[in-house]
């Protein structure tokens, strides 16, 4: 598999055989990683490219492994195969409230995104879990946003769009994530409860000089605009990509341009040098 550019990581690629004996030792870790509460969650900040005010961040799952960090395209496809979605969603949920009740309490208004595996859409408990957690935390439902893919709702659509309209009821904010790279028509998209949609980072990386990424981005503006959707842009990594999408009125931006994911602390101490 191909190595990551930057962080000289080896990617997760779809074809690569599950039962390597590097798999097998990490899906028998990860079980007992996620009980020790061993993971860790990174956050990415979502700012408004307008103003350059912050509006929340996402919360990335980090599993550190003492020969290196395993990446999360490659451990959550493991925690799938290994029936250990719903524990590690609801750790980084649980975990990813307590951050935002934290940033909440210097009184701003932010939220945090948590990404949403297919899997966990069909369990019938999820809405009354996310209900329960929120109330812990002692957080409206607006300050979380469930990020979710095309893909994941089409895998079984009666029961994912049953989860979605009671999470919706709940008040939390629904985001189709990876917008674009989906197979699911957008007729089907625009009955989905959302509130946001979230151009990859396939499209935004390098479209100032790609007609074809511009392209998809422009699309996809124009659809979040027709369909009163709130659009994100992930994966800005210049000027003058967010110079782009600030003139395009998308409405909120994240990538390695504002930052890249910070663990907790830092996270902290970065948002205290932005503007409210
Ligand atoms: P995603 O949800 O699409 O998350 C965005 C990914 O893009 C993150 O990778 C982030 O670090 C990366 N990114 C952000 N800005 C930039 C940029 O400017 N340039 C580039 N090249 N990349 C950027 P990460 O953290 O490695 O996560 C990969 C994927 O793993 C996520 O993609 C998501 O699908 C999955 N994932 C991560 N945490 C969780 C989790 O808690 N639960 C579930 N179910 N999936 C997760
Ligand atoms: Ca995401
Ligand atoms: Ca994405
Ligand atoms: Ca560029």
Redesign the pocket.
């Known amino acids: 598999a191909a190595k990551h550019a930057r962080t000289g990581v080896r990617a997760y690629q779809a074809q690569d055989d599950l039962n390597t004996p590097r798999r097998l030792t990490l899906m028998a870790e990860l079980r007992s990683a996620i009980e020790a509460g061993a993971l860790t969650v ?1 956050y ?1 900040p979502k700012i408004d490219p307008e103003d350059g005010r912050v509006l929340g961040a ?4 980090r599993w550190l492994r003492p020969d290196g960090p395993v ?3 490659e451990f ?1 496809p493991l925690a799938e195969r290994a029936g250990l979605i719903p524990a ?2 609801r750790f ?1 949920l649980d975990t990813a409230l307590a951050a935002c009740a934290d940033w909440r309490s210097g009184g701003r208004d932010l939220s945090v995104a ?4 297919p899997q966990i859409l069909t369990e019938p408990g999820l809405a009354d879990d996310v209900s329960d957690a929120l109330r812990r935390y002692g957080l409206p439902p607006t300050a979380l946003t469930l ?1 979710i893919t095309e893909n994941g709702v089409m895998e079984d659509p009666a029961r994912s769009v049953r989860t979605l309209e009671l999470l919706h009821a709940l008040g939390v904010k629904l985001s189709i ?2 917008f674009g790279t989906g197979h699911s028509s957008l007729g089907r998209l625009a009955e989905l409860p959302i509130h946001e949609m979230k151009i990859d ?1 396939s499209f935004v ?1 390098g479209l100032t000089s790609d007609q074809t990424r511009r392209a998809v981005t422009d699309a996809a503006l124009q659809l979040g605009r027709t369909l009163g959707l709130i659009v994100v842009a ?4 210049d000027e003058s990509e967010l110079e782009y999408l600030r003139r395009h009125g998308c409405s909120a931006i ?4 504002i930052s890249r ?1 910070l663990p907790t602390e830092q996270f902290a101490e970065w948002l205290s040098g932005r503007p409210t």
Request: glycine share 6%; charged share 30%; no cysteine.
């Open positions: 990174a990415q996402e919360a990335l799952a990446p999360p395209d959550i590690l969603t980084i948590v990404n949403l595996s990020e994530d990876d980072k990386r992930e994966g800005v990594e994240q990538g390695y341009y994911p």
